[in-house]
């Protein structure tokens, strides 16, 4: 059974343009969610997270939203760059330690 | 700065035989992760080592896996017999402590294993 989902694979954006990525969760006693982004041959890198007594956090181009009563969660890079292409994964705590990964959404930037 | 790696970094061996995957962390992080990553899926959580304590092993899939750390530093994922479902890319991840806010996991770029 799959705690998170990510019901997209893949996801094409012309540059400067806003890229969408959204991800499920079931568990409502999910309280901290996370995304990472892979590049190809390497490991996932850490790119935002958000606690659920937010809704929004916010790093420079990236922001992710949370909607706790949908289940919900989605990155948003605005303006979208080539070197953003890769895959998303978002991530969501489970207990004090263990992480629940979704299946990832590629991203590619056209120039 | 030394990130995590992770040796060797593509590995291809027969069906049935056993295969050792290492990982070094970052020194000082006492946290240590060990994920699979099959084709076309997320992340799977094998185990977790945390200092002195006893490791987390419930997410290994089977008896044929298993996993040392040694010294709370280096560590060995072992498969016994292993067979073409094993085949995956296997990462390493570490941190200062478990999780939260301010514990971010750092991974290694994995081992890419292939079962003939």
């Known amino acids: 059974d799959q705690q998170v989902k990510q019901n997209s694979p893949s996801l094409s954006v012309q540059e400067g343009r806003i890229s969408i990525l959204n991800c499920d969760y079931t568990n409502s006693m999910f309280d901290y969610f996370l995304w990472y982004k892979k590049y190809p041959a390497e490991g996932p890198t850490f790119l935002i997270s958000?606690?659920?007594?937010?809704d929004k956090n916010e790093d420079g181009r990236f922001t992710v939203f949370l909607n706790k009563s949908a289940k919900h969660l989605s990155l948003h890079i605005v303006p979208s760059q080539p070197g953003d292409s890769a895959v998303y994964f978002c991530a969501a705590l489970s207990g004090t330690y263990k992480y629940i990964f979704g299946t990832g959404t590629r991203l590619k930037v056209l120039a | 700065g030394a990130g995590v790696s992770q040796s060797p970094s593509n590995k291809v061996t027969e069906k049935g035989k056993d295969v050792e995957l290492r990982c070094d962390p970052i020194?000082?992080?006492?946290?240590l992760y060990w994920y699979r990553q099959s084709l076309g899926q997320g992340l799977e959580f094998l185990i977790y080592f945390q200092g002195n304590s006893a490791p987390d092993k419930s997410g290994l899939p089977s008896d044929r896996f298993s996993a040392e750390r040694t010294g709370g530093s280096v560590s060995t994922l072992t498969i016994q017999r292993t067979q073409q479902e094993d085949s995956a890319v296997y990462l390493c991840?570490?941190?200062?402590?478990?999780?939260?806010?301010?514990?971010?996991?750092?991974f290694g770029p994995g081992t890419r294993l292939t079962v003939l």
């Open positions: 991840a570490s941190s200062l402590a478990g999780a939260g806010l301010y514990n971010e996991q750092f």
């Open positions: 020194s000082g992080h006492t946290a």
């Open positions: 958000i606690s659920s007594i937010k």
